[in-house]
């Protein structure tokens, strides 16, 4: 039986992802164009970390397409197909006897023991006293406290492990985030766990913290298995396996203060009106808000390590808007988006500095980021 796929293709920002709607025969055209399309990011600020619940419609369950479709008929509402559920897509019988394919840009469930379950990354405690998010697509370890990695991410059999070149005090854990307290005098250390790998930012509270001399120049252990980590000259961090394939991605990493000015609203390009701004974002550990000023910054990369070096004017500047968070992220997901700014024209902030597959918030002049998309095209 062909799957018939829906009359259009619809784009919607639920949960904080971009899904697809599509029919077969002009799906090829009209997905390659919507990757490529500018994605205005100026939208209703709705919660969600990518993991979430997928966009819920009023749906029943059957575990085969007859099943499906004899359900669907009899309640007049789309049944879900379960055994042609996949990572990123859910199909689903109508009423009228034909198929609609939803498929996500970022996966909306992971495969433990060979079925297919919802992402989870509330943190829990191993038995060796690291910690783990309950259900994700990249094997993530935080540390616990104490000696040992910082970080560690698993995939296919690699890993990538990060180091603090001191103890790390016991974290505070809450649901998906660990925060390490003072690890630097006012400077906090959060790790924050996502489906496709983690988050981690320093917060310097003051100016006091700010003029630490560490801070000039962070160096992380680097620990690999069956990986080479190299950094382009844009700060583009990447860790490859022996045939070159990426395994891990670390996007350019940047830093951004607590500056909350709102954006100025562009002129209306058929009116002549001004529009009026949305809401501005406030600036929090994991994503800057409209007017934090932001700065990308250097990495240097060596066998056993890796060095970030912040944006002085920025981190002590006498316009500086305290506390200022440095953010490095990992990523090990097959499924990555690009935001580009023209303010950064050669940095890709592949996957951003968050983990919503949403990009940050767009620039101020034109309220809009063009963003690029990749996901695998065969399982």
Not at 95 to 105: C, K, L, M, R, S
Not at 214 to 231: Q, Y
């Amino acid at each position: 039986m062909e799957k018939m796929k829906s009359k259009s293709m619809g784009k919607s920002r639920r949960d904080g992802r971009l899904f697809f709607r599509w029919r077969s025969g002009w799906v090829g055209a009209v997905v390659a164009l919507a990757l490529a399309a500018p994605l205005v990011t100026a939208l209703p600020a709705e919660a969600g970390e990518q993991g979430a619940t997928a966009p819920k419609v009023e749906t029943g369950r059957a575990a085969d397409e007859a099943a499906a479709l004899v359900e669907a008929a009899d309640s007049g509402h789309p049944v879900e197909v379960l055994s042609q559920r996949t990572e990123t897509s859910q199909t689903f019988a109508n009423p009228d006897g034909q198929f609609t394919e939803d498929t996500y840009a970022v996966p909306q469930w992971v495969r433990q023991d060979n079925k297919l379950v919802d992402i989870d990354t509330d943190l829990v405690k191993n038995e060796d006293g690291t910690l783990s998010p309950g259900a994700t697509e990249v094997g993530i370890r935080f540390s616990g406290g104490g000696d040992g990695p910082l970080a560690t991410v698993v995939r296919d059999g690699r890993s990538m492990s990060i180091g603090w070149p001191r103890p790390l005090p016991q974290p505070v854990v809450e649901a998906d985030t660990a925060t390490y307290p003072s690890v630097l005098d006012g400077v906090d250390l959060k790790l924050k766990a996502h489906n496709g790998g983690y988050n981690q930012v320093l917060v310097v509270k003051n100016a006091e913290a700010a003029r630490n001399p560490e801070l000039t120049g962070l160096d992380f252990g680097l620990e690999t298995r069956g990986l080479k980590v190299e950094a382009d000259e844009h700060g583009n961090v990447r860790a490859v396996d022996p045939a070159g394939q990426e395994v891990f991605t670390a996007p350019t990493p940047r830093m951004w203060d607590s500056g909350d000015a709102p954006a100025q609203a562009p002129a209306a390009r058929t009116s002549g009106r001004a529009s009026a701004p949305p809401s501005p974002p406030a600036t929090d550990a994991f994503e800057p808000g409209f007017g934090a000023r932001d700065a990308a910054m250097e990495v240097k990369v060596a066998d056993d390590s890796l060095t970030i070096l912040p944006d002085t004017d920025l981190l002590s500047g006498e316009n500086t808007r305290y506390p200022v968070y440095i953010d490095p992220a990992v990523q090990g997901s097959r499924h990555s988006w690009g935001i580009m700014y023209k303010k950064h024209p050669n940095s890709s902030f592949f996957n951003g500095p968050g983990s919503t597959a949403v990009p940050p918030p767009p620039e101020p002049d034109t309220r809009t980021s063009p963003t690029a998309w990749r996901a695998p095209t065969s399982a």
